[in-house]
């Protein structure tokens, strides 16, 4: 999955032309730029790349999924349903702007289960975020017909998913809103940064606005500018951006190399009895970014993450114990350990995260482990590490 591993000269290039004018800012500074705007060429590329009308790249992916909820209105007290597994980054920005997570149980997609987001609506619920992750999408279709019985916004997280599609959509640009992570070890990367998508004019002026302290853009004095709601600064800076124009122009070639790193490491596991895969929903392509594999048992999921890495397979995951991507690792949100006073409605309205039946989501988590697919392995080398893979875990079924 990380771009990082292809930085060369094209990234060095474009840094360049932003250091050979020192214009670091986005915006502004119209006569020392030398035209150099990389954070709005950016915008229009990747746009046009994920079939959009509009995208706002911002400082993280994080922020993207703050300033894109703000954007479509929601705030205090507002319930965002979110799944179990994801980073810490979804009920971040949410409880950011004093809304409240509501977790529900993920299934063989190891993504939202409809039937678990229908369960959870409450008068409240104002939007669901389906996070896609290690590279495979949430069954959209079932959660867009959701969202429509009860009016409900549809925001997909598609941090871990660029580049991979559902009916023929980029993932991202199926819901009202998507947003990405151009942090340092996703698919690419601006070293920091985030993008949000979306075909709504309105959400995209408001998440234009929001990012930069409600400027409103119009003009071409910032001093002078009129601020028609209240912002933040969550700006990208020119040097992340031109990072990020580089590595776009390498997605379409990293993708291709994951499928073929996927590909390999797939077809070896598939000959082994008692492995089986994570269910990707009809109509949707993977990014190939993670291989997921199921054991038949917690128990020997565990033993299973342990051998491979005795054995010198490197960059395997059992996210089930991980501090930052699983319910059970979320001790500071279970208890709702902030350095400061949370809002009143977080407070009254956050579930007992300690005694809520996830036992569904365990049952899929418990029994995953997931493999990092690398573009900088060459075929020879995957072909050998698929091996080593097969034979550790044939040893232990
Ligand atoms: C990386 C990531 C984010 C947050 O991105 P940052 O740029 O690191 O803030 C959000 N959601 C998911 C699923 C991620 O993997």
């Known amino acids: 999955m990380p771009g990082f591993e292809v930085f060369g000269a094209e990234e060095r290039k474009q840094v360049n032309d932003v250091l050979e004018t020192g214009v670091l800012m986005r915006y502004g500074f119209d006569g020392m730029r030398n035209n150099h705007w990389k954070a709005k060429e950016f915008e229009v590329a990747f746009a046009e790349r994920m079939q959009s009308a509009h995208c706002q790249l911002v400082s993280s992916g994080t922020s993207a999924l703050t300033i894109a909820l703000a954007a479509a209105g929601i705030g205090a007290g507002d319930e965002v349903i979110m799944p179990t597994f994801t980073f810490v980054a979804s009920f971040e920005s949410i409880m950011m702007l004093g809304a409240v997570p509501v977790l529900v149980d993920i299934d063989d997609t190891l993504t939202l289960d409809p039937a678990a987001v229908e369960a959870a609506i409450t008068s409240k619920t104002t939007c669901v975020m389906p996070v896609h992750m290690c590279g495979s999408m949430a069954d959209l279709d079932a959660l867009q017909a959701i969202c429509d019985k009860h009016d409900l916004l549809l925001l997909e997280d598609a941090c871990q998913a660029i580049g991979g599609s559902y009916n023929g959509k980029p993932l991202g640009s199926y819901g009202d809103l998507g947003c990405f992570s151009f942090d340092y070890v996703k698919t690419i990367t601006c070293g920091e940064g985030g993008g949000i998508i979306t075909n709504s004019e309105k959400y995209k002026l408001n998440a234009d606005h929001y990012q930069d302290h409600g400027h409103d853009h119009v003009g071409k004095d910032r001093g002078a500018e009129t601020h028609p709601f209240l912002g933040y600064n969550f700006r ?13 122009d390498k997605l379409d070639g990293i993708l291709k190399t994951q499928q073929r790193n996927y590909t390999i490491m797939r077809e070896a596991l598939s000959e082994i009895e008692g492995v089986t895969f994570r269910r990707v929903p009809e109509g949707g392509v993977e990014n190939y970014s993670f291989v997921n594999f199921f054991l038949p048992t917690q128990e020997l999921a565990e033993k299973a993450h342990k051998a491979l890495s005795a054995n010198g397979v490197d960059a395997c995951f059992y996210w089930f114990k991980n501090n930052w991507h699983y319910i059970h690792g979320w001790e500071h949100l279970r208890n ?25 989501s365990d049952a899929w988590m418990g029994r995953t482990v997931s493999s990092l697919v690398k573009i900088g392995w060459s075929e020879a080398q995957v072909r050998d590490r698929a091996q080593s893979m097969a034979s550790v875990l044939k040893d232990i079924l």
Do not use: R, W
Request: no cysteine; hydrophobic share 45%.
């Open 236 to 248: 990208i800076s020119e040097l992340n951006a031109a990072v990020g124009l580089a590595q776009l």
């Open 336 to 360: 709702l350990k902030s350095l400061g006073n949370l809002s009143a409605e977080i407070k009254a309205q956050m579930q007992d995260l300690n005694n809520t039946d996830f036992s569904k």
